[in-house]
């Protein structure tokens, strides 16, 4: 009988984890690592392709595709091969019905109607786990390339995911076996992708415009001393090549002769889509006209496309991106020394002089890949927290305000927008009945005055709170937004010491336009809303007037005669009246009757309070 021998050195096995960036685009996805001395970031590549087309296919045998193999279905079988993912991450149904004929899948609402779901072979899934089936493949990807364990990643973000987006990519890594070390900004990443920033004496303004496939995204940076601040951040999460391409495609179904009738065909539709995007990439690098003919079933159309064609469709495009480059500009208050162009889109020969033509006199870098420079990017990032470089520190801002609702509907912001992140804010509140043991926290995002027309982020409840007068609880709320742009709320009775942390609802996101939407909303209303604030609080002002007033006749009846208080209940009724019905003025008036009655009242409880003390006692 022989004996087994155990060979220690492959017992041993030493695994070594890596850390990656990975750019998780709407488009291609795409994952890089720092390597070597010269700590240099590298995209990792199969087949000499760095891409990883975001892109999903259910087959027939239960098996699922990623990538390339995916994308050669969106013809053949468009309901069953889901694109755009990260559209949908994050976001609520109502949010994305207005786009549903986007899909050429089924999006469907989830029970609780906060989320949605994709249906594919009969299936529903979420956009977390078909996110996390993309990065899974990336991490599969990396580790068969490397030899090593992945388990440790940056993932980027538009600048202006919110927080149910940002952490929704966060579960999205998770679900694929990833820790996510933080959830970074595309164009922050892309700066660092070019190296800037890296030695301590460079002083810069650089505009980083960002178009890909799916999104836009305009971030004004500020470099200094090896610290990259985001002075501001615009975007438009419908606004990209594709939105290129269907423009085209619609350009063609409205001119080619018979083409109109392809319009309810999905097939026939994807593969315009396709011969879009072929003719869109054709003039990088021509200006000779696209020709190409398409069978569909047993016609054939004849689809061309000239450089000026291309021109005009791509114009009201382009112009919305320079439109929104020109806000953030303003909104940083500064002028850029120089731009980074980033993202596929910035390929198209007119999007680059577009670019230029706004900027003359800067330059305008576009050396290196504008496909790979954000998750190069990541890369770099990736490598600053593996604890490899020290020299780098990231700064960020938030694109809305965050508040809590106070009385009467209010918006009370501790956060206000375009603070820089990493930021605390904390405030104190107190209850406005006696015995109060409970209140409702409720955080809101947003521009306006009122709560009710800003978006609800979460809402809970402070209980516990030992009963105690009115005003007397002292209540400190702190919001905390981390490095990754998510938010986290604390509610504290400071005399007790209980506390509730916010568990935030899982509610849809925000894209660009709403934020963009939500803004200029903002501006339109701020006239009227402040006519609203004020008068609201003129209606808080007088209930919690009324409600000490009865609340003083009820405790201090002996202090009082009956002609005193039937006249407090009067003009008690008449404030009541005024707040139901009346303008802010009329209600700040009836609050003054009140009040000058009253008073004389309050002083005669003082005088009998500073007896009762003195009782016994001699002045000496
Ligand atoms: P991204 O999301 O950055 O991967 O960008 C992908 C987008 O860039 C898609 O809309 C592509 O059609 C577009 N794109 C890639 N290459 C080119 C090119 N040579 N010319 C024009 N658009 C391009």
């Not at 520190?393 to 009467?408: C, Q, Y």
Request: net charge negative; proline share 3%; glycine share 8%.
């Amino acid at each position: 009988m022989g004996k087994i021998s155990i060979d220690i050195r492959n017992a041993t096995l030493i695994k070594e984890d890596i850390t990656v960036g990975i750019d998780l685009g709407t488009t291609n996805s795409l994952i890089a690592i720092v390597e070597g001395e010269k700590r240099l970031p590298v995209c990792l590549r199969d087949g000499g392709k760095a891409i990883v087309p975001s892109i999903l296919h259910f087959a027939d045998d239960g098996s699922i595709l990623v990538g390339d193999a995916a994308r050669e279905k969106l013809v053949s079988d468009p309901r069953n091969t889901i694109y755009s993912i990260k559209r949908l991450l994050g976001r609520s149904y109502s949010e994305l019905s207005a786009h549903s004929g986007y899909y050429g899948y089924r999006i469907v609402e989830d029970e609780s109607g906060a989320s949605v779901r994709v249906e594919a072979k009969g299936r529903h899934y979420t956009p977390v786990e078909l996110s996390a089936l993309i990065l899974a493949e990336l991490k599969q990807k990396a580790e068969q390339a490397l030899g090593k364990t992945v388990s440790k990643a940056v993932i980027t973000v538009p600048a202006y995911f919110d927080d149910q987006q940002r952490q929704a990519t966060r579960d999205a890594g998770k679900l694929a076996g990833l820790e996510v070390l933080r959830i970074v900004n595309e164009p922050t990443a892309a700066s660092l992708a070019y190296g800037l920033g890296l030695s301590p004496d460079e002083v810069r303004t650089i505009a980083v415009y960002d178009l890909g496939g799916g999104t836009f995204d305009l971030s004004v940076l500020r470099l200094e001393k090896g610290v990259f601040e985001v002075l501001a951040t615009r975007g438009d999460t419908y606004l990209g090549g594709d939105d290129i391409d269907r423009s085209i495609a619609q350009f063609w179904l409205e001119t080619v002769p018979g083409a109109e009738l392809l319009r309810n065909d999905s097939h026939a539709i994807q593969d315009l889509r396709l011969s879009a995007e072929r003719a869109k990439k054709h003039f990088t690098g021509s200006t000779e006209t696209w020709r190409h003919t398409l069978a569909s079933g047993q016609a054939v159309f004849v689809l061309e496309l000239s450089a000026e064609q291309l021109a005009d469709i791509c114009k009201p495009l382009i112009d919305k991106t320079l439109q929104i480059t020109r806000a953030a500009l303003k909104d940083a208050n500064t002028k850029p020394d120089e731009v980074v162009l980033v993202g596929g889109s910035t390929r198209m020969p007119l999007v680059k002089e577009a670019v230029r033509s706004l900027f003359p006199e800067i330059p305008v870098r576009d050396n290196l890949d504008p496909d790979e420079v954000v998750a190069l990017g990541a890369s770099v990032e990736a490598d600053i927290l593996a604890g490899n470089r020290r020299d780098i520190l990231l700064l960020d801002v938030t694109p809305l305000s965050l508040g809590i609702e106070t009385m009467g509907g209010l918006m009370d912001v501790m956060i206000p927008r375009n603070s820089r992140i990493p930021c605390s804010a904390a405030r104190q509140y107190t209850t406005s009945v006696d015995g109060q043991t409970r209140l409702q926290i409720s955080v809101y995002q947003g521009e306006r005055e009122l709560c009710s027309e800003n978006r609800l982020l979460g809402r809970f409840e402070l209980q516990q709170i030992p009963a105690m007068p009115a005003g007397l609880p002292k209540v400190e709320v702190r919001f905390t937004l981390d490095a990754d742009g998510i938010l986290r709320v604390k509610a504290m009775e400071l005399r007790s010491g209980v506390a509730q942390e916010i568990a935030m609802e899982q509610r849809g996101g925000l894209d660009d336009a709403t934020v963009e939407k939500m803004l200029l909303e903002s501006l339109q209303h701020a006239r009227s809303d402040m006519d609203t604030r004020m008068l609201l609080e003129a209606q808080q002002e007088g209930k919690q007037l009324i409600y000490t007033a009865e609340r003083f006749v009820v405790k201090n009846r002996g202090l009082l005669n009956e002609d005193e208080i039937a006249r407090t209940s009067m003009l008690c009724n008449e404030l009541e009246a005024s707040i139901a019905s009346g303008s802010k003025d009329e209600i700040l008036h009836a609050v003054d009757r009140l009040n000058d009655y009253t008073r004389p009242f309050a002083e005669r409880l003082m005088d009998q309070a500073v007896a009762i003390a003195l009782k016994g006692k001699t002045i000496e």
